[in-house]
């Protein structure tokens, strides 16, 4: 494996495990340097820093089925349908719906492969590229997302409705929320890439929440959010409800 992958900097780096039903998928995954998720199956959170994958039982030799064997860095995301990413099967039954297609680096070979012994019914997870080099089990590799669902259920409780997923640029916001004068994109995360941050489209604005602070001071970020919202001259997009039960 390459010395980099060692630097601790790049081990707290995000990493989604994604499930690989078909060997094509992945042999395009190599060959190709994308990877698509349809949009409407995404996790809540499709954002991450590197991509690895989970290759089911349909892989042979059975060495590498039911593993991770395999990961990337992810480079850019883009949202097209499934006729334009395959236009060899324009007729398919779900041509028109929206994938999400992830442009990747070279694939990096596990020295050591994540095996599923016992608990095989994976769909996506979100982990570090630390636990990736070093789990033996599949079972090792999950993160509490608790400060994630508590932002995202106190965005909901103050009848905001947060969306996930949304392009901005080359990478997905995690939380989207509509102003009148634009966007607010909430990026999750303890790394920051103020290149990556600063490429900006018009009328978007970005914050980045850590779990920890989220954790610690979830009314002080959920402030945060209601000061960037009044600046951009307030929510669009608000739920009918009873009165906020949670301090903006």
Wanted: aromatic share 10%.
């Amino acid at each position: 494996m390459d010395f980099a992958y060692s630097d601790p900097y790049l081990q707290r780096r995000t990493v989604l495990v994604a499930v690989v039903n078909q060997p094509e998928d992945l042999r395009r995954a190599a060959s190709d340097g994308w990877y698509r998720i349809p949009q409407r199956r995404a996790p809540r959170r499709v954002g991450a820093d590197f991509l690895a994958f989970y290759q089911t039982g349909a892989f042979q030799p059975k060495e590498e089925s039911h593993t991770i064997t395999w990961f990337a860095p992810i480079q850019r995301y883009r949202l097209l349908t499934r006729a334009e990413l395959l236009p060899d099967e324009a007729d398919h039954p779900r041509a028109q719906d929206y994938y999400f297609r992830i442009d990747i680096g070279t694939l990096v070979r596990l020295d050591q492969p994540v095996h599923a012994a016992t608990f095989r019914r994976v769909t996506f997870i979100h982990t570090t590229l630390e636990r990736l080099l070093h789990a033996q089990d599949i079972t090792e590799l999950r993160r509490d997302d608790g400060p994630f669902d508590a932002l995202w259920q106190a965005l909901r409780d103050n009848r905001l409705r947060p969306l996930p997923n949304r392009l901005v640029g080359d990478w997905p916001a995690d939380i989207a929320l509509r102003a009148r004068n634009g966007y607010l994109g909430i990026r999750y995360g303890d790394e920051t890439d103020s290149v990556r941050d600063a490429l900006l489209p018009d009328r978007w604005r970005l914050l980045r929440l850590a779990p920890g602070q989220i954790a610690s001071d979830l009314p002080g970020c959920l402030r945060r959010i209601a000061a960037e919202l009044i600046d951009m001259g307030g929510a669009l997009d608000t739920m009918a409800g009873p009165a906020l039960n949670r301090p903006l």
